[in-house]
């Protein structure tokens, strides 16, 4: 369709559109109508109006068309070198617009058909490498490859390990992020984890024969959120009520590091720096319940000193009550 990249919102009409087009070379169901990708429109709406900023200096497409034409020499596995020479001819080298425009047009269409920075220019967060030999299937898979470099103390991530306690026990902050690379990374300057949160678009992935994903990678991903956001736990379901409401993960959950491939690593970094993290103040410590017999001893410890001031606080006032009611018994006595 010829609609403008600038025009917002996307009508109904032209997501269903966009969802078989995409990724129809990959075998998109016909169903995609039925699915509820507002999460993802809302990404690629910004995505696309912060590549035609500055006067669409950074772009060398206007049009939903001009984007599908694109990501459909993508997803037949062109390389990107190939698909930025078909562009330049098309386009005549991007007329008035700078060299880079045709790159940065190619990476924007690879970004949005895998949810991913790519390249260096407008990125936000950690990119994905796309060299100029490569197809995105392959930089795709080059960059998500199974890995146990690290080994875990345990070899369970415990049932305290979720998203929400994350925040009130190990004191984390949770970044909601649109960029999959940058999913289970902890900053530590801040004690920020990003999650990668829209599972249905990792859904809708799942239901493609051909998809630009590695084997099992989207399934592992699935994984981890249900890890993180377990149904099961009532107080996790009540955070994330109030957080995100795009998803439910109606799924066992595998908590053995050993069935992690692709997330491995990150989940360790993440389990130990949960494990290592000292609670600061009465609510951490109260949420903290990771050593049972540490948090009895000291809440039995705060509740003899509580009864201890309270009991303290009864005598001093009684003292000083029959200190007051002698005084006043001596003054009249000396009145009279």
């Known amino acids: 369709m010829d609609d403008s990249l600038q025009k917002y919102p996307i009508s109904k009409s032209l997501r269903t559109w966009l969802l078989q087009e995409l990724w129809k070379e990959c075998g998109a169901p016909g169903t995609a109508g039925s699915r509820d990708m507002s999460s993802y429109f809302d990404y690629y709406s910004a995505r696309c109006q912060r590549f035609s900023h500055e006067g669409g200096i950074h772009i060398c497409v206007d049009s939903h068309g001009g984007i599908i034409d694109i990501a459909r020499q993508i997803v037949t596995d062109a390389t990107k070198d190939e698909v ?65 470099q690290l080994q875990p103390d345990n070899p369970r991530l415990g049932k305290l390990f979720t998203a929400r306690n994350l925040i009130y026990i190990g004191g984390m902050k949770i970044a909601w992020t649109s960029n999959i690379v940058d999913h289970l990374r902890l900053s530590e300057d801040t004690q920020t984890v990003f999650v990668f949160y829209h599972a249905e678009f990792l859904r809708y992935q799942n239901c493609f024969p051909t998809p630009l994903f590695p084997d099992s990678f989207i399934d592992e991903t699935l994984l981890t959120l249900a890890l993180l956001f377990p149904q099961n736990d009532r107080k996790s379901r009540s955070w994330l009520s109030g957080q995100i409401s795009e998803y439910s993960l109606d799924r066992g959950i595998e908590r053995r590091f050993e069935k992690f491939s692709f997330w491995h690593d990150r989940l360790v970094i993440l389990h130990q720096a949960f494990d290592e993290a000292d609670p600061r103040g009465l609510r951490q410590w109260w949420n903290d319940r990771r050593n049972s017999v540490q948090w009895y001893t000291f809440w039995v410890a705060i509740l003899v000193f509580i009864i201890t001031v309270f009991f303290g606080l009864v005598q001093s006032i009684e003292g000083a009550l029959q200190v007051y009611l002698s005084w006043q018994a001596l003054k009249q006595g000396g009145g009279s």
Do not use: Y
Request: aromatic share 4%.
């Open 84 to 148: 930025c020479s078909a562009l330049a001819r098309q386009t005549g080298n991007g007329g008035n617009r700078p060299n880079w425009t045709i790159d940065t047009t190619v990476e924007l269409c690879g970004g949005l058909l895998v949810m991913a920075e790519l390249g260096l220019q407008n990125t936000e967060g950690d990119p994905l490498s796309w060299h100029r030999d490569q197809t995105l299937r392959q930089a795709v898979a080059r960059h998500f490859q199974p890995e146990k």
